[in-house]
């Protein structure tokens, strides 16, 4: 079964400095009947003006990932972490037991583009901790890069919960394909350009819930087509 998510019904929130769109329910934003999907509670597709961001606040039992689109965003921690995430980049941080932590543009001059992934983790008060790893076009261009998963296989960055995250750059024309495996489910987020998934013609900031789906195929339908597959356990 496949359930499409189109960009134009997300919810938004605009504050000038942010400018996001939420795939479900978050902060202002309550739709009962898109409060996540599996273990995915948030999909936010977040653009941050020059200069701006998120003041250090806290976070817990979440495990938050960051895929930067265009720009740079500044991170820092209670855990002592500083870094700053740019394309290619997936930053993992579990808040576990607690977390404080800041999200700010890390240029004056230039807008940043980013998705931010809240996954409900497999258990309350782990360890908090961070991790972030870089995969270049190369990596992902024409297949699927595994870049998040239980075990951290692969190069990936370790996400606690049977969530397996890919990401490509199938090209236009170019297609790549997945077989979902029985009793697990699957969500594709188009980040950037268009595909079709399945024959289904997706754009920017699409998602598609999938059940009992078998073999998915996506084919990049532009130039850009950024996309990213969590195979997740039902």
């Not at 209670?78 to 941080?93: F, H, K, N, W, Y």
């Not at 782990?126 to 951290?152: H, N």
């Not at 979902?180 to 920017?204: C, H, I, T």
């Amino acid at each position: 079964m496949l359930t499409l998510r189109r960009a134009e019904e997300r919810g938004r929130a605009n504050f000038g400095w942010l400018d996001s769109r939420h795939s479900f329910s978050f902060g202002h934003y309550h739709d009962p009947e898109h409060m996540g999907f599996g273990p995915l509670r948030v999909i936010n597709d977040d653009r941050v003006a020059p200069g701006g961001g998120f003041p250090t606040h806290p976070h817990s039992d979440m495990e938050i990932v960051s895929y930067v689109l265009e720009g740079a965003l500044e991170h820092r921690d209670s855990l002592g972490t500083g870094s700053v995430i740019r394309p290619g980049d997936v930053q993992c941080m579990t808040a576990g037991s607690g977390v404080r932590h800041s999200e700010f543009n890390a240029s004056k001059t230039d807008p940043v583009h980013f998705l931010q992934v809240w996954i409900v983790p497999e258990r309350e008060g782990i360890k908090p901790s961070y991790e972030q790893k870089t995969f270049s076009a190369e990596d992902k261009r024409g297949k699927l890069r595994l870049v998040g998963s239980r075990d951290g296989r692969d190069g990936s960055v370790t996400i606690h919960r049977d969530v397996d995250l890919y990401s490509t750059l199938p090209g236009e024309g170019g297609t790549v394909s997945h077989d979902l495996k029985p009793g697990r489910v699957a969500w594709v987020q188009v980040a950037a350009g268009s595909a079709k998934l399945n024959g289904e013609q997706l754009y920017p900031g699409d998602g598609v819930a999938l059940e009992d789906a078998g073999r998915l195929e996506l084919e990049g339908t532009s130039p850009d087509a950024e996309i990213l597959l969590f195979d997740m356990a039902a």
